[in-house]
């Protein structure tokens, strides 16, 4: 089984982050294939998947949480809002991002490829900050639900563990 680093982040203000801790999983060997990384995170019912890349400013999502795995290239990704801490993530590297935390390519190589998705195909909305949503969005973070499962290692994975000894 596959044990990810966690990383807390403080509420920033404008991104409200989360009491759930990121997840970042190194050497998944699913994530190094867009449609094998996409196959093993619906197999753990991470859902709706896509195939893109990380959009290049700060925002946060504040209906679903989210997972992303990076199938190719490299890229800077500064996590916790602009006062956040930068992450350098590659190939076979997956991110599970709790509702509410903010995220950002703050610079990437031209061949980056990332697949995202969601616990049970949940709704994502894109969030950027603005404080007129924020007592919206920290009420839309506190109803999402924990996920069933972790997106690399199923049922029995550390997300489970931790997200429910932290929420």
Request: glycine share 14%.
């Amino acid at each position: 089984m596959t044990q990810p680093e966690t990383h807390h982040f403080r509420d920033a203000g404008a991104i409200p982050n989360s009491r759930l801790p990121v997840l970042v999983y190194h050497g998944v060997a699913a994530a190094c294939d867009p449609r094998d990384c996409a196959e093993l995170f619906a197999a753990h019912g991470w859902l709706g998947a896509w195939i893109d890349g990380i959009y290049p400013f700060h925002h946060f999502h504040s209906t679903a949480h989210e997972v992303l795995g990076i199938v190719a290239g490299s890229a800077s990704v500064l996590l916790g809002g602009p006062e956040g801490r930068g992450f350098e993530v590659g190939r076979g590297d997956v991110l599970v991002l709790p509702a509410g935390t903010g995220h950002c390519n703050v610079g990437s190589t031209p061949d980056l490829v990332v697949v995202g998705a969601y616990p049970d195909g949940m709704w994502c909305d894109l969030r950027r900050g603005d404080p007129a949503e924020r007592e919206e969005a920290l009420a839309n973070i506190a109803a999402v639900p924990l996920p069933e499962s972790d997106p690399v290692n199923g049922t029995d994975g550390p997300l489970t563990e931790i997200w429910r000894a932290t929420g």
